[in-house]
């Protein structure tokens, strides 16, 4: 094989790898997930996970680099909001949903969310056996008339 004919595959190659990688960027619907959210994040009542409470929780997605979205979870807790964390989430084009993988010293889990319309819902699956152990039910909180 000539060299010009290695060197044009190989620059092929690098344009289609190039273009999936933009492509897929772009592809990250971001829009579909920013806004705020209001809604419940339910216990799958379990023995393994005995300290899980039910919850009504807002969800405040932004937009972050890359395609992907930051979000700060609330929950309510006697009418006070209380910020519970913050984790940035990326689009799975092979599930359609949005992930967020987090580990700490106690816990090793996966948040799962998919999009119709203005609901969100979602899971929080235990890695480690593979359980579910909750489940959320948000809808996008429209925003105020300007």
Request: with cysteine; net charge neutral.
């Amino acid at each position: 094989m000539s060299r010009s004919v290695r060197n044009g595959r190989a620059l092929a190659l690098a344009a289609a790898l190039g273009a999936g990688a933009t492509l897929a960027g772009a592809a990250a619907p971001t829009k579909e997930i920013v806004g705020i959210w209001r809604g419940t994040s339910t216990c799958v009542k379990s023995e393994e996970f005995p300290a899980c409470h039910d919850e009504s929780v807002e969800y405040d997605v932004r937009e972050a680099a890359g395609g992907t979205v930051h979000l700060a979870a609330y929950k309510f807790v006697g009418g006070e909001k209380q910020q519970m964390g913050e984790m940035d989430f990326a689009y799975d084009e092979r599930l359609g949903a949005w992930t967020s993988e987090f580990r700490n010293t106690r816990y090793h889990g996966l948040w799962t969310f998919t999009i119709r319309g203005d609901a969100l819902t979602g899971t929080l699956v235990d890695v480690p056996s593979g359980h579910r152990v909750r489940d959320v039910a948000v809808r996008r909180e429209k925003e105020p008339a300007k």
